[in-house]
């Protein structure tokens, strides 16, 4: 496990370096003059000068990729054109909105994508199969920006069920202010006993949060599908019908057990994927993560944001795969030996 | 740890699933299966058993037909390209214009038309790009192996660390909106699903009895990779690109949609959606045929390729 | 194992029971907002601070500073600062603000005002005649934005704490210019103390004197600013008031009309005429109105193939001056000449018309157009303008049936405006597109701001540089006060100059406001002296 462990650990130090020299080389491909980008279009000759001296950009390629890399290692994101703020900054307070909307959607695509994974493999090649594999298949295949526009439409405005925008009623910053811990809002107001706050986030979090599981719902409910049907084709599994075992004890109880690890990863793996669409979502529903913060910083150009979002969207990304791997390697010994 | 995987998966027998979510229409290919049977065998096979595939078929069939005919059959062909007629403006659909028109009162069918002719060639100058650079160098990695595999294989995982949407997005912003971009920008998220099944396929094959007596009898390597390194990956390539054009498409719609793609007077779903956005709760078929359009497209892509992929199985574990 | 689990679950809620307990933790928001502080003034009693929430589609502030502010914060400043005089577009008479009378010599060249007593500026200084002339000297030499309004002042006089005296170079209608929209805000100039003011300014802090005061500025939220009201206003807080004024930015038009039509926000200064058609037909509050605003296309004279006198000719010949009107349904009607109906120096029967045979034979002579060499033009447009996004539209297909292809970009306002005003002449658009509205009742500022040369770009982004234009337009106010026929002329000459000869813009339609308020507000008037604004301190909330 150790040497697993050290290998797996090295193997993601590289993607990391890669991801960061990547992102680099894209933010440099940047037409004209990379100092204006980083200053800003209306910088004055003593801020261009400025920016050219931060970003060292009369230094050698490799002198700037360095200094870029330490400049990141230690907090500093670089400043938004649009905010004005450092971007590590206004990331820490976007990035808990969208890990709060995509946590919940993740939930509900948990709790919808395996039971109907289940249902259809049970009732292999009849309706319901074939009812499961047609919706997730369309779930997959939605345009995610049109689905919000689509659902925010009909439900909160022709119905007026839910909330048209936003992460809460911004009214109750007066009459009942958050008390901000984890800047993730349902869960401050729920640890601080905020109830107005907790019931009006819950109340805003549905229409986005649906949105956003379609379509991990989607691919959980087929990856479960075919893990269960793989693995109650085992000799354990049969073992088990044989005994006597109802179809769906059998599907549950043996065969979702050692189905659950490709399910895992494929769940962590989807977590990073439902990020990014989350962003089309948050910018329709206005709800303030990094998705909305990114759509403001494709609109007003704003290089070093974009460049700060891609960053911190890959990094997440690599971050999971490893976790799952690592995960994976411990529970499964066969992971690690090959 | 997914090259592991990678690494003749076929000769082991029974494997933890080698999970490769591939872009947003993400779906699974067993990495590194090699078949002889060909997709289009496949392909009567799956329609033989599978009723979604058969649908996706046909509905992509008269999709690619709509595209190809589209100034043919479009109630107002000009409409597809520079015309506006701002004095029928949001017309609601009717008789005259089965979808509506929109802001500028062109005929919303006839542009939807001629976007499938757009999305298509998006998606098939994508993928085209996207596997001729990933099967080249996945044939190399798989074929040379050593450092040779492993530099490659590293450097795909870098890429794979950006999912599709967010790397196409950054590189869109850079450069210039335009169908161009948005073409260049993903097929650079894409390649390396291609370079890591075909170098898989490679390696599997390279190490087999038949290859090594070629290459003891003096073949020259590019003949060995022609002959038989490239018509194993046919297949599990084509699976993959049939599973993939489902992705590009909503990718490339999205990046419209964002204003970094096609632009005006292009007919293209994502921007028509992004166009007709604030028209949505009073006119609300601006919005909505557009989006059907690409619903439809992905969907039937996404059903045909998984079709194909069970078809192929061997182990037909989801059939 | 059951157990254990119970266990921890008893931890977990003792911990977090005890988290929240020891309090810590910051408040969201950056205000002095502690809930129980009582309203003041409170003649209501017992009511909840009441919230005025505006929704407009593109951030609100680019400028803090009052002397140079001039674009799309004046929303919020003219909530927070107050001008001597104010004009009222229904009577078209200036009535006082800050200023409670005035009077002028025969000449006009010397202008008394008398100002309010017991005013005090949100810095808690009193705002006497000392105050007001250092900020109208500070605004006059800061030179920016609107100051050009206080060009025809030769020196100020504050000769009691209540009285500020004029002397003028040349007779000026200084009561209606000390109404402008911009650049006649006075505020306190040593709000900063030995600091830098304009630094001070920049970090969201105000020194105005008006009933609002900013509470939280953070620059892309969704609500960026907040506004509390000030408690030593002049006018009081009797009766019921909104005590706090938010601005949400909302870049969807349709989210704002959801958003109006649930009573979430109170007013929505534009939507589309479909969404207005909606919110008027489910019973909203509507007003419809025609302003002093109009849309600009400025055409980049400097850089680029618009250089070409022939191709900007080309571009005004190919915009669908009626496709426009008629799709924009009653949002829009013909412009005619750069002065809008309604102004001095408007000049009727100059409207415009598509003509696309000249075009092409326009573009053919400058070799371009069908079979000749492609071209590309780019043109900047605010995001989230529906109006806008109309003409980008229709003038891209046009262009592109003329071998033309458009890059229309929707922008943040900052940002389209910062790439207009760059250093670097290659990042400039070929095309700007952008409102614009008169300062104060007068014809003026189109041709000051937006056309005459200066050498730093600020509004002027056709960046022309005409000496004959420069020298006719220095000439106008002191001609406007002597001699009006010859103003009116000369008004007359400029436009032919600038559309017909130079060919630097086109007016694609003049604005006709629609604005949604929310059901329950009550005293709402429009005021096109002050595009855009609503002044909350007028409103009464509903029940």
Redesign the interface.
């Given at each position: 496990m150790p040497r697993y462990l050290t290998r797996r650990l090295g193997q993601a130090v590289l993607v990391v370096a890669g991801v960061v020299g990547l992102t680099f080389a894209v933010m440099r491909l940047v037409p004209g003059d990379p100092a204006v980008a980083f200053a800003g279009p209306r910088a004055t000759e003593a801020e261009l000068a400025a920016a050219r001296a931060r970003f060292g950009l009369d230094d050698p390629l490799w002198t700037q990729l360095w200094n870029y890399a330490r400049d990141l290692a230690r907090g500093d994101w670089g400043v938004s054109l649009h905010t004005k703020q450092p971007v590590a900054q206004d990331l820490a307070l976007a990035f808990p909105a969208s890990l709060e909307l995509v946590g919940a959607a993740m939930i509900v695509a948990v709790a919808a994508g395996v039971p109907l994974g289940v249902l259809a493999a049970r009732f292999k090649a009849g309706l319901p199969d074939f009812s499961v594999r047609l919706t997730s298949m369309l779930a997959v295949s939605l345009p995610v920006f049109w689905l919000a526009l689509v659902v925010q439409t009909v439900f909160a405005g022709n119905l007026g069920w839910f909330p048209v925008a936003g992460e809460y009623d911004n009214s109750l910053d007066v009459t009942s202010p958050l008390r901000v811990y984890t800047n993730i809002t349902i869960v401050d107001a729920l640890i601080t006993g905020n109830w107005p706050i907790f019931t009006s986030t819950l109340w805003h979090l549905v229409l986005p949060a649906l949105v956003v599981a379609a379509y991990p719902a989607g691919v959980i409910a087929q990856m479960t599908r075919a893990a269960l049907i793989e693995e109650s084709g085992q000799d354990h599994a049969r073992l088990a019908r044989a005994l006597g075992f109802g179809r769906i004890a059998v599907l549950t109880r043996f065969a979702l057990r050692p189905a659950a690890g490709p399910v895992l990863s494929l769940i962590a793996l989807v977590f990073a994927y439902a990020i990014v669409n989350g962003f089309l979502v948050e910018a329709v529903f206005n709800w303030p993560g990094v998705g909305r913060y990114a759509a403001d910083a494709i609109r007003s150009l704003d290089t070093p944001a974009i460049a700060g979002v891609t960053l911190l969207v890959a990094l997440l990304y690599v971050a999971a795969n490893l976790a799952v791997d690592l995960l994976q390697g411990l529970v499964d010994p066969r992971v690690r030996g090959r | 740890m997914k090259d592991e995987h990678d690494a003749g998966t076929a000769e082991a027998g029974k494997t933890p699933d080698p999970i490769t979510v591939s872009g947003p229409g993400g779906l699974v290919v067993p990495a590194g299966v090699v078949l002889r049977r060909t997709p289009l065998r496949a392909l009567a096979g799956a329609a033989r058993g599978d009723l979604l595939a058969t649908a996706g078929a046909v509905l992509l069939a008269a999709i690619v037909l709509a595209a190809l005919l589209a100034p043919w059959i479009a109630p107002y062909p000009e409409d597809g390209g520079t015309a506006t007629h701002p004095a029928q403006a949001l017309l609601s659909p009717g008789a005259g214009h089965w979808f509506g028109t929109d802001q500028v009162g062109r005929d919303i069918l006839s542009r939807i038309l001629f976007g499938a002719r757009t999305s298509l060639f998006i998606a098939v100058a994508v993928l085209a790009l996207a596997a001729a650079v990933g099967v080249t160098l996945g044939v190399v990695a798989g074929y040379a192996g050593g450092w040779v595999r492993d530099v490659i294989m590293r450097v795909t995982d870098v890429f794979l660390a950006f999912p599709a949407l967010l790397l196409s997005l950054a590189l869109a912003v850079v450069l210039q909106p335009s169908v161009a971009t948005v073409v260049v920008a993903i097929a650079v998220t894409w390649w390396p699903w291609y370079a890591r099944l075909t170098a898989a396929v490679a390696q599997s094959v390279s190490a087999r009895g038949y290859v090594d007596a070629a290459r003891c009898l003096g073949v020259p390597a590019p003949v060995i990779v022609f002959r038989h390194v490239l018509p194993n990956s046919v297949t599990p390539v084509t699976v993959q690109l049939s599973l993939d054009a489902g992705g590009v498409i909503l990718t490339a719609a999205a990046l419209s949609y964002l204003g970094l793609g096609a632009h005006e007077p292009t007919a293209e779903w994502g921007l028509m959606v992004q166009q007709g956005q604030s028209l949505f709760t009073t006119d609300w078929w601006v919005v909505t045929f557009p989006g059907l359009a690409i619903l439809v497209t992905a969907f039937s892509f996404n059903v045909l390729g998984e079709g194909l992929r069970a078809a192929l199985d061997p182990r037909g574990r989801s059939r | 194992m059951r157990r254990q689990r119970r266990l921890l679950a008893i931890g977990t809620a003792a911990a977090?029971a005890l988290?929240?307990a020891c309090?810590?933790?910051?408040?969201?928001?950056s205000g002095d907002?502690s809930?129980g502080a009582a309203p003041s003034g409170a003649a209501g009693g017992g009511a909840?601070?009441t919230?005025f929430?505006y929704a407009p589609n593109l951030?609100v502030v680019t400028d803090w500073d009052p002397a140079s502010s001039y674009s799309n914060e004046i929303i919020a400043m003219q909530n927070i600062y107050e001008s001597l005089t104010k004009f009222n577009i229904q009577t078209q008479k200036v009535e006082p603000r800050l200023a409670t009378a005035w009077t002028a010599s025969g000449d006009a060249k010397k202008w008394t005002f008398t100002l309010r007593e017991n005013v005090k500026f949100h810095t808690g200084k009193p705002l006497d005649a000392e105050a007001a002339k250092a900020a109208i000297e500070r605004t006059k030499e800061e030179g920016a934005g609107a100051a050009y309004i206080w060009d025809s002042v030769k020196s100020i006089k504050a000769k009691d704490a209540k009285t500020l005296e004029f002397k003028l170079k040349y007779p000026a209608p200084l009561d209606l210019l000390a109404s402008a929209d911009f650049a006649a805000y006075i505020y306190d100039t040593t709000a900063a103390g030995s600091g830098d003011l304009k630094k001070w300014f920049a970090e969201g802090k105000d020194a105005g004197s008006g009933p609002y005061t900013v509470d939280t500025w953070?620059?892309?939220?969704?609500?960026e600013l907040s506004l509390k009201a000030f408690d030593g206003y002049w006018g009081g807080w009797q009766g019921t008031k909104y005590k706090?004024v938010?601005f949400?930015v909302?870049?969807?038009?349709?989210?704002a009309?959801?958003?109006v039509q649930?009573g979430?926000v109170g007013f929505a200064p534009r939507?589309?005429p479909?969404?207005f058609?909606?919110a008027e037909a489910q019973g909203a509050q509507t007003e419809q109105a025609a302003s002093f605003q109009n849309l600009l296309a400025l055409f980049n004279t400097q850089h680029g193939p618009l250089k070409d006198v022939r191709l900007r000719k080309a571009v005004q010949k190919a915009i669908?001056y009626?496709?426009?009107v008629?799709?924009l349904?009653g949002a829009g009607a013909a412009a005619s000449g750069l002065v809008p109906q309604g102004l001095f120096g408007h000049v009727p029967g100059r409207a415009q018309k598509q003509d696309l045979a000249g075009a092409e034979a326009l573009l053919k002579e400058a070799g371009h157009g069908p079979g000749g060499k492609p071209l590309k033009l780019t043109m900047t447009y605010a995001?989230g303008d529906?109006d806008q996004?109309?003409l980008?539209?229709?003038l891209?297909?046009?262009l592109?049936?003329l071998n033309v292809t458009?890059?229309?970009?929707?922008?943040?306002w900052?940002?389209q405006?910062?790439?207009a005003?760059?250093?670097?002449t290659?990042?400039r658009q070929d095309i700007f597109v952008m409102y614009w509205y008169p300062d104060y009742a007068d014809a003026y500022s189109w041709f000051v701001n937006v056309f005459r040369s200066s050498a730093k770009p600020s509004f002027n982004l056709t960046y022309l540089k005409d000496d004959k234009f420069d020298e006719a337009v220095d000439k106008l106010t002191e001609l406007a006060a002597v001699d009006k026929d010859a103003a009116l002329k000369s008004y007359a000459d400029l436009q032919t100059r600038l559309i017909d000869e130079l060919a630097v813009v086109a007016v694609p339609y003049v604005v006709n406001y629609q604005r949604v308020l929310a059901q329950g507000v009550s005293g709402y008037v429009d005021n096109p002296a002050y595009p855009n604004v609503v002044f909350v301190y007028d409103l009464t909330p509903g029940a």
């Open positions: - | - | 977090l988290v929240a309090g810590g933790g910051q408040v969201r928001g907002r809930p909840v601070d919230t929430v951030d953070q620059k892309g939220k969704e609500v706090r938010e949400r909302t870049p969807e038009l349709t989210t009309a959801q958003l649930r979430e939507l589309n479909q969404l058609a909606q669908d009626d496709g426009l008629a799709a349904k995001q529906a996004q109309l980008a539209t229709l891209s297909s046009t592109s049936k458009l890059e229309a970009k929707p922008l943040q900052s940002t405006w910062d790439q005003k760059s250093g670097d290659a990042k």
